[in-house]
């Protein structure tokens, strides 16, 4: 079946630093990949996300490139900031019949000042 | 504005007693769901539905229940069947067909004392 693999948490930065949470999948077809976030006490929002290979998703200086040949979406920022602490899912969903959506055990990040 | 309105976003139940937390949107979404969340296991579905009057098991479905009368609503009931109901409960939906975004409500914690 699909399934999510994301690096373990928690991941401490310190504010300005580089960021990568890798991600590996293993979908049958072709899947679209997300990342979402989940700040404390609330849902999940979306990131951003890739519907096809090579297509790199972007937001708030945030990014990610679809990687067929190594099946990875990992996400990296440049300089993270205090506001960015949260906790990251990496999810996909199927193509093709009920859109079935599996998420990752998610990679809790915090960045100190 | 449109969204997802989960209540309540806290609950404490008496072992058992069934609750049921609600999900209601107004995004005007064919497709609702459920998930569960506990800490280091990400999100588990629960329930989806596709259509009004029509709804599926997920991967956890075992003391859980749901309906779909009305296409914004979308309510989950947890039943004294459920071994270990204490968890942070999130609805989602998402417009099909070709959707490849969920929106997700705030969440309910349950607590069972």
């Known amino acids: 079946g699909d399934s999510v693999t994301q690096m373990e948490g928690p991941v401490t930065l310190s504010e300005e630093a580089f960021l990568t949470i890798n991600c590996t999948y293993t979908a049958t077809g072709y899947p679209s990949l997300f990342w979402y976030v989940q700040y404390p006490g609330e849902g999940l929002q979306l990131l951003l996300k890739?519907?096809?290979?090579?297509d790199k998703g972007s937001n708030k200086g945030f990014e990610a490139t679809y990687r067929k040949e190594t099946t990875s979406f990992h996400l990296e920022k440049g300089s993270v900031q205090v506001s960015d602490s949260a906790v990251y899912f990496c999810?996909?969903?199927?193509?093709?019949?009920?859109?079935?959506?599996?998420f990752g055990t998610g990679t809790k990040l915090q960045v100190i000042p | 504005d449109g969204g997802i309105t989960q209540s309540p976003k806290y609950l404490f139940r008496k072992e058992g007693q069934n609750v049921t937390l609600s999900c209601e949107q107004n995004?005007?979404?064919?497709?609702m769901y459920w998930y569960r969340q506990d800490p280091g296991q990400g999100l588990r579905l629960i329930y989806y539905?596709?259509?009004?009057?029509?709804?599926q098991k997920g991967d956890i479905a075992e003391g859980y229940s749901v309906s779909r009368e009305k296409k914004e609503s979308f309510p989950l009931t947890v039943t004294s069947a459920q071994k270990n109901p204490t968890a942070f409960y999130l609805c989602a939906s998402s417009g099909i067909p070709g959707a490849n975004v969920l929106t997700f409500g705030a969440g309910s914690r349950l607590t069972v004392l």
């Open positions: 999810a996909l969903r199927t193509s093709g019949g009920y859109q079935k959506v599996t």
């Open positions: 539905s596709q259509i009004v009057n029509d709804f």
């Open positions: 995004l005007n979404h064919d497709a």
């Open positions: 890739a519907t096809k290979a090579d």
